[in-house]
C-alpha cells in the first residue's frame, strides 16, 4: 500500500480563542478524489490553510509526501485553489500570466519563462479550455472560468496534491462539469484531490471517499455511507437530508 499523500495527526488550531480545528486526523492516498463536507464555520478553510502551511497549528502535523508542507510547496507538490473571496480579482494580471506562476518554482531568480515552461502553460489552458482566453485579465471570467485557471495553476506547476477550497460555487454547469471530469483525470494520473463543497448531491459522482467535519472529523467513509441521514444530523444538526443540506 502507497504512502499516505496528506498525513494529519491531531491539529488543534485556534483564532484567539476560538477553536476551529480540534485534534484532527486525516489519512489521504494518491490517486484518490476526497470531498470535504460541513456547515459554513466547521473548519473547512481553516483545515486548507492548515494542510497548506499557511497556518501553523497550536498542536499536530501535517506532512504532505512525507514532507513539511513548507517543503512540499517549495518543490511544487501542492496546487491551491482558494474561495473567490480570497482572490485580488482587480490585479492586473491575464489568465496566462496566473497559469505561469505555477511554473515560478521551475524558473531562475529572474523568473523568465522558458520554452518548456510556456509549452506546460500551453497544456495546462488547454486542458481547462481556456486557451481562448489566455491573454484576457484574469477578474474579467466568469466565476467557473477563474476556478478553472487556477486549476491550470496546479496542473502547469506538476503539483501532485490538489486542494479545492469550495470550487463550485458560484460556477455554471458547464465549468463544473469541465472541473469534475477534469478532477477525475488527474487523480487517475495519481494526483491526490481533497475537495471541500455544499453539493452533496454531486458528492457521489465527484469523489471517492467523503470526510464529514464540525471541528473535527467525524465520519471519512464512501460518499454513501457519510451521506447517510444519521450521519448528516452529527454535523448539520436536525433532521437532515442531501437535498436540504446544499
Known amino acids: 500500500m502507497s504512502a499516505p499523500a496528506i498525513e494529519v495527526r491531531n491539529v488543534t488550531v485556534h483564532y484567539g480563542d476560538v ?36 497556518l501553523r497549528p497550536d498542536h499536530g502535523t501535517v506532512t504532505l509526501a512525507g514532507q513539511q508542507p513548507a517543503l512540499a510547496r517549495k518543490a511544487g507538490a501542492v496546487g491551491y485553489v482558494p474561495q473567490s473571496e480570497d482572490v485580488d480579482w482587480a490585479f492586473p494580471l491575464s489568465v496566462r500570466d496566473v497559469v505561469m506562476m505555477g511554473r515560478y518554482g521551475h524558473m531562475g531568480i529572474a523568473r523568465r519563462p522558458k520554452a518548456a515552461d510556456k509549452a506546460a502553460v500551453a497544456e495546462a489552458l488547454a486542458r481547462v479550455e481556456l486557451t481562448d482566453l489566455a491573454d484576457r485579465q484574469i477578474g474579467q471570467l466568469s466565476g467557473g ?102
Do not use: C
Request: charged share 20%; glycine share 10%.
Open 145 to 246: 472560468q477563474k476556478k478553472r485557471a487556477f486549476v491550470a495553476r496546479g496542473i502547469a506547476q506538476g503539483a501532485t496534491i490538489l486542494l479545492l477550497d469550495e470550487p463550485f460555487a458560484g460556477v455554471d454547469k458547464r465549468s463544473e462539469g469541465t472541473i469534475t471530469k477534469l478532477l477525475r483525470e488527474l487523480a487517475a494520473e495519481g494526483a491526490t484531490v481533497l475537495v471541500s463543497t455544499h453539493d452533496l448531491n454531486a458528492l457521489p459522482k465527484l469523489a471517492d471517499e467523503a470526510i464529514l467535519l464540525m471541528r473535527t472529523v467525524l465520519l471519512q467513509s464512501t460518499p454513501a455511507e457519510v451521506l447517510k441521514p444519521e450521519n448528516l444530523a452529527r454535523a448539520f444538526g436536525l433532521d437532515v437530508t442531501v437535498g436540504d443540506a446544499e
Open 19 to 54: 477553536l476551529a480545528l480540534d485534534n484532527v486526523s486525516l489519512s489521504l492516498a494518491p490517486g484518490r478524489i476526497y470531498g470535504l463536507i460541513g456547515m459554513n464555520g466547521s473548519g473547512k478553510s481553516t483545515l486548507f490553510k492548515t494542510i497548506t502551511g499557511m
